[in-house]
């Protein structure tokens, strides 16, 4: 059975840093593309960032470019989110997602809905 589960979240003051887990069933960290998405209040989910199975390939969203870094580690069947220049528009609630790798290049990142496996989410607030 496929399972994401998500930790990492918290408050923080704007500027501060974060770092957001993914624990994966094994399966996953072999064959899958891995991404973050977000929400925030009132807003559509929107991809943040996504990597290919051998993690050289990351994709960003413009807004996060440079502050927030995607890495995986197949090993140990993690996939991590270091966010790092908070800004109060990064608050939403942070899911890990997952979706069979098609070929080589990035992963995808903007539709939700190309993602099959998700998780349950954790929440980041930055105040300012």
């Known amino acids: 059975q496929v399972q994401l589960v998500e930790s990492g979240g918290g408050s923080v003051q704007a500027g501060g840093s974060l770092r957001l887990s993914c624990a994966t069933s094994g399966y996953i960290s072999r064959a899958y593309c891995m991404a973050w998405f977000r929400r925030a209040p009132g807003k559509e989910r929107e991809g943040v960032a996504s990597?290919?199975?051998?993690?050289?390939?990351?994709y960003y969203a413009d807004s996060v470019k440079g502050r927030f870094t995607i890495s995986r580690d197949n090993a140990k069947n993690t996939l991590s989110l270091q966010m790092n220049s908070l800004k109060p528009e990064d608050t939403a609630m942070y899911y890990c997602a997952a979706r069979v790798q098609y070929g080589f290049g990035t992963c995808p990142l903007n539709n939700p809905s190309e993602y099959n496996y998700w998780g349950q989410g954790t929440q980041v607030t930055v105040s300012s």
């Open positions: 990597i290919d199975i051998g993690g050289g390939m990351p």
